[in-house]
């Protein structure tokens, strides 16, 4: 990355057991969020209402900012006085933020939003693990936006891996067969054990309805509540745009920091992008999209501690995602990326009924491979460059060494002949022909060395 990330990759952040703990810290991370959306997403509603997926990226934001915040004002507090009141630090926190070049990560603050959104919109339209497997797919898009954006080189081994990637990816998300639509189409009702007598009783009868009305208006959209159904093509669709807009944003992110002309501190950067992404998470989301909803039902309708823990899980991604950026890091989030699709099929397999087929196992295993060998570096990368001798260097090396060499190793440094050193400087008074005028200046031979 930038600047500042590079020199954070290669101090203590980036040493061994940080970096072996790097990928386990990742790991738990990236599984529980899917398992935790998908399974937000799939339950029975919290008094008959899901919540708003569009106020989960709102809090998902304010957790971000509040924890960036404290720990960006302590990072201020350390190299100033300890008479100094919070004012002073707070003051000099918000130039910080809003000085610079941070207009510019309103661009990938409002892409992470909307990635964000995408992928709630995707883990409720399909299975966790042909998620995690298909959101893979960001590779692609973040090698393709680096040699656009950062001048970066695709080399041939990762085009081999980009093309396994692409085949992986398609075997994981080709329908197999009727049985997987009625999978997810009935996903919700095989993975939560009822609570109460009531929800027992409504589970035997196959619907958990809320009469609104003496002709049951609403009806049809108790029953998507109560037992959601998922669009495959939708799920699809929301992944491949999820993958887009997390890439691109990475990518930009990585292009600001490293041309920014000021090292600026990581937690900083997080206030940065948390404050740019509240605003279209709060005006686009909650006030555009779902504003009718709230305005009817609240902003908390559906919430429970599934939802506010997706919420916790997602901020501290959020949080860790710049730390763990950089050359340093890569082999960690290729090995976390691949032990998450491992643990995800496991947990989709034995918490949601996720039945995996041989299509799925044989594009997985692409998957894993694509995902764990693209981002590492060739031999060839750790090679020096070749010297390169120009063509003045290997005349010069090519003539005869001087005589006053002591060795024949030496190379001398022939001084370009001039009428000047062979014939004199000229004076006001003329030189005499064929006598060699001699200063205190000049050596024997007539020259100035």
Known sequence: MGESVQRRSSGPGAGASWKHASWVLLTVQYTTFVLLVHYSRMMPPTGGKRYLTSTAVLFNEIVKLAVSLTLALYEVSKSA?????????????????????????????????LANSLQYIALSNLPAATFQASYQLKIIVSSVFGVALLGRSIPLRKWAFILLLLGGVALVLIPISSSEELLLENAAKHFDFPRSLEEWKSVKQ???????????????????????????????????????????????????VRDSAHSTSLWVRNVQIAVYSIFPALFIGVIFLDGEKIASGGVFDGYNWVVWSTIIVQAIGGIAAPFFAGPAFADSRNVASATTIILTSLGSIWLFEFEPTMTYLFGTFAVLVA??????????????????????EKESMSDETSPASSSPKEISIKLPSTPFLNAGVSTSRPTSPGVARSGASRSASGGYF
């Open 206 to 256: 196959g619907q958990n309805l809320h009469k609104r009305s003496a002709t049951y208006e609403g009806i049809e959209e108790d029953i998507l509540t109560a037992t959601p159904s998922m669009d495959r093509a939708v799920g699809i669709l929301a992944t491949l745009g999820s993958c887009a807009a997390s890439g691109l944003s990475g990518v930009y992110f990585e292009k600001v």
């Open 371 to 392: 995902t764990y060998l693209c981002e590492l570096p060739s031999s060839d990368a750790k090679r020096p460059p070749p010297i390169r001798i120009g063509r003045y």
């Open 81 to 113: 006085p300890p008479s100094v009141p919070a004012t002073s630090l707070l003051s000099t926190l918000a130039a910080a933020v809003f000085s610079g070049d941070s207009w510019k990560l309103a661009i990938p603050a409002s892409l992470y939003t």
